[in-house]
């Protein structure tokens, strides 16, 4: 099994800034990629972002050059720089992971953290 923790969200205004944390624990040393997703008030949940272990990233168009993603493989971690917010931004921001398993990837999903972008 793996657990994910994440911290970070809240209440900024349009224009601001905030980081997310995603910690991995139980069973990491499987664990290949990454990530992010989103789920606004009646939309169904979307992918914001990814990385995997080598570094390799995607991101969503809505959000290429306003937001980052990295992760310290050593820590599990997983980080969702999110700068220029914008309220169509405001969502519960799930992080995102997957395993390696004999048959494929297992995903795994943290219990969400709300961001919300509002003046």
């Known amino acids: 099994q793996v657990q994910l923790v994440e911290s970070g969200g809240g209440l900024v205004q349009p224009g601001g800034s905030l980081r997310l944390s995603c910690a991995a624990s139980?069973?990491?040393?499987?664990?290949?990629?990454m990530g992010w997703y989103r789920q606004a008030p009646g939309k169904q949940r979307e992918l914001v972002t990814t990385?995997?272990?080598?570094?390799?990233?995607n991101y969503a168009d809505s959000v290429k050059g306003r937001f980052t993603i990295s992760r310290d493989n050593a820590k599990n971690t997983v980080y969702l720089q999110m700068n220029s917010l914008k309220p169509e931004d405001t969502a519960v921001y799930y992080c995102?992971?997957?395993?390696?398993?004999?048959?494929?990837?297992?995903?795994?999903w943290g219990q969400g953290t709300q961001v919300t972008v509002s003046s």
């Open positions: 139980g069973s990491t040393f499987t664990i290949n990629a």
């Open positions: 995102y992971s997957n395993r390696r398993m004999s048959w494929g990837l297992q995903a795994y």
């Open positions: 990385i995997t272990t080598g570094g390799t990233t």
